[in-house]
């Protein structure tokens, strides 16, 4: 059973590789370092995990890291165990490597009429065959049962343009889903996939492969993923 001690954890924070390394977010208050090893090392080995706590109350906000001896095991555990339930909370699982070079551009889609089986690890495998799947959350009720919409976001709008061709009006568990840009926070009926919102995206890209990294970046999986944005 992976137990590392207090201070040999602390060096593996900063010594770790982060292509080797899972960001997981979305993490229940039940979840803790035990939990999350033996979820995980059934992907690979798994050399640290790491959940950053307060130092007051101990608790913690909710993602964590987990280091393998591999980048392979890393891959395959991001694509396997990403959107994965863990006391009824989907897992969002993206390479360390990956945050700073991840950024909102507003390639994000509304998908309806889901039926009450379908969930957020099935659509993020049926639509990460498009592209790069940043997030996918499911409007649920109080009682966890879903209420038959959601939301999808790609990394490019190359993904989302695909994904909208592809599966608009396509069944899902037997039910025609609808799936269309979604519309923007506090806009007056303004949806995502403008010009004007594509034009910035393409910048961005351009001034990320040029090493011109700016404080406007995103990382993908620290903020809760809105249903308007």
């Known amino acids: 059973m ?4 207090k201070s040999q954890e602390i060096s593996h924070i900063y010594e770790r590789n982060n292509e080797a390394t899972l960001y997981i977010a979305n993490l229940d208050a039940q979840v803790d370092e035990e939990i999350l090893c033996e979820l995980f090392m059934q992907c690979g080995n798994v050399k640290n995990v790491h959940i950053p706590r307060d130092k007051i109350n101990g608790f913690h906000a909710g993602y964590g890291f987990v280091e393998y001896e591999y980048e392979y095991e890393c891959e395959y555990a991001g694509k396997v165990l990403n959107m994965t339930k863990l006391f ?19 390639a994000n889609l509304f998908i309806g009429n889901l039926d009450a089986e379908v969930d957020e690890k099935m659509l993020f495998d049926i ?3 498009f592209g790069q799947v940043v997030t996918v ?20 709008f190359e993904s ?6 592809n599966m608009n009006n396509q069944f899902i568990c037997n039910k025609k889903v609808h799936i269309s840009y979604a519309f923007k926070k506090d ?3 303004e949806r995502h996939g403008t010009a004007a919102e594509r034009f910035i995206a ?3 890209a ?9 404080s406007n970046h995103v990382m993908p999986y620290n903020s809760s993923s809105a249903e308007n944005t």
């Open 2 to 5: 992976f137990a590392p001690h």
């Open 160 to 165: 989302s343009d695909m994904a909208i061709e």
């Open 137 to 156: 959350r499911i409007i649920r009720n109080e009682d966890d049962t879903s209420k038959g919409h959601g939301f999808i976001s790609y990394d490019n």
């Open 127 to 129: 639509f990460s065959s």
């Open 88 to 106: 009824g909370k989907p897992l969002r699982c993206n390479k360390a490597s990956q945050d700073k070079r991840t950024f909102d551009v507003g």
């Open 202 to 204: 393409a910048n961005k």
């Open 187 to 189: 806009s007056k009926g």
């Open 206 to 214: 351009l001034n990320l492969y040029s090493g011109n990294e700016n």
